[in-house]
């Protein structure tokens, strides 16, 4: 079974830091997706990269930023966190010719 | 652009009576069409997928969905809920030339003995 790895499940950090978190994937897939699940939001999608180095901005990634040194890692960047980024985030990744997602656990991130 | 309606924010309903959870999207271009389950404190799951071919989908734990392109919905069903199905369901779509997903705001579905 294809498994992404993300590497907390609960964050606890204070306004103004600066966040990483992490997710990994062991199957090889060229996609990888950030996105974030609010209450009566569903999920959003803040980066995706389609490839080690690349990346691109999905609906919501002001304050976010992101890293793809290696094909299996995608790392989302809060540069500076504030209390809105209190939230579920969820890590995604699928094969370049698969359709529908391997979601990794979640990291609920609260900043305080 | 893409978008998925799910009107029912939470379905309540007994065990074993049947259950339709209910999805529209709207897009100009062929879609792809998904369900995914979210059991708590937990990532989502794939449940089924529509690609192409019947329309009919079947999936795991027993559900299924039909996709309408006339209605341009996606209604997911189950014949008889156990306890054990109470979680959130999201459907989403893609369009055939990318693989970004764009979700709905999720159903909840509550199963009670």
């Known amino acids: 079974d294809v498994k992404v790895t993300q590497s907390s499940r609960y964050l606890v950090k204070r306004t103004g830091e600066k966040v990483f978190l992490e997710c990994v994937q062991d199957m090889d897939h060229e996609n990888m997706f950030w996105y974030r699940q609010d209450p009566g939001l569903g999920l959003r999608l803040i980066y995706f990269s389609y490839d080690v180095k690349m990346k691109e901005k999905g609906d919501i990634p002001e304050g976010y930023s992101v890293s793809r040194e290696k094909k299996e890692r995608f790392s989302l960047i809060l540069e500076s966190a504030s209390t809105n980024q209190t939230s579920m985030y969820l890590c995604?990744?699928?094969?370049?010719?698969?359709?529908?997602?391997?979601f990794g656990s979640g990291t609920r991130l609260t900043v305080v | 652009a893409q978008s998925v309606t799910q009107l029912d924010s939470q379905v309540p309903v007994f065990e074993e009576a049947p259950v339709e959870l209910r999805c529209n999207y709207s897009s100009s271009v062929s879609v792809y069409l998904f369900w995914y389950v979210q059991y708590p404190n937990q990532g989502l799951q794939l449940l089924l997928k529509?690609?192409?071919?019947?329309?009919l989908v079947k999936g795991i734990n027993g559900f299924e969905a039909e996709f309408n392109k006339s209605q341009t919905s996606f209604h997911l069903r189950k014949p008889s809920v156990h306890i054990s199905d109470t979680a959130e369901y999201f459907c989403?779509?893609?369009?055939?030339?990318?693989?970004?997903?764009?979700f709905g705001t999720g159903t909840r579905l509550l199963v009670s003995p």
């Open positions: 529509y690609l192409s071919g019947s329309t």
């Open positions: 995604a990744s699928t094969g370049a010719k698969d359709y529908g997602y391997t």
């Open positions: 989403a779509v893609s369009d055939t030339g990318f693989q970004k997903l764009v």
